[in-house]
Nanobody, 127 residues
Framework: QVQLVESGGGSVQAGGSLRLSCTYSEAAYSSACMAWFRQAPGKVYEGVAL???????RYEDSVKGRFTISRDYTMNTLFLQMNGLAPDDAAMYYCAAATTTSTCVQWPLMPTRFNYWGQGTQVTVSS
């Protein structure tokens, strides 16, 4: 069974940084790709960043140059380093894993095609 557990959310002032972590079970080790999504109140899920099994990364335009996705296979952990946070970045952040390569090449990301999800971690940014 695949399990994903996020941590690292919190409250920061605009311009601050946070590092989100997503620890996953061994069953997710061979996933085709992993991604971070976010959902602000009243809004739909938005794909923020993706990393595939080859280490290729992609980012949503508004976070390019500010967010970095990475994966540590030795720790079974997915990371999202977020710098230069703005109030518009405030949301619940989720990590997700997909088992099919076709899911990983679509952009924008389609949340319904990701098979496994964590419970989310809240990010709050004050101006």
């Amino acid at each position: 069974q695949v399990q994903l557990v996020e941590s690292g959310g919190g409250s920061v002032q605009a311009g601050g940084s946070l590092r989100l972590s997503c620890t996953y079970s061994e069953a997710a080790y061979s996933s085709a790709c992993m991604a971070w999504f976010r959902q602000a109140p009243g809004k739909v899920y938005e794909g923020v960043a993706l990393i595939d099994s080859a280490g290729t990364t992609r980012y949503e335009d508004s976070v390019k140059g500010r967010f970095t996705i990475s994966r540590d296979y030795t720790m079974n952990t997915l990371f999202l380093q977020m710098n230069g946070l703005a109030p518009d970045d405030a949301a619940m952040y989720y990590c997700a894993a997909a088992t099919t390569t076709s899911t990983c090449v679509q952009w924008p990301l389609m949340p319904t095609r990701f098979n496994y999800w964590g419970q989310g971690t809240q990010v709050t940014v004050s101006s």
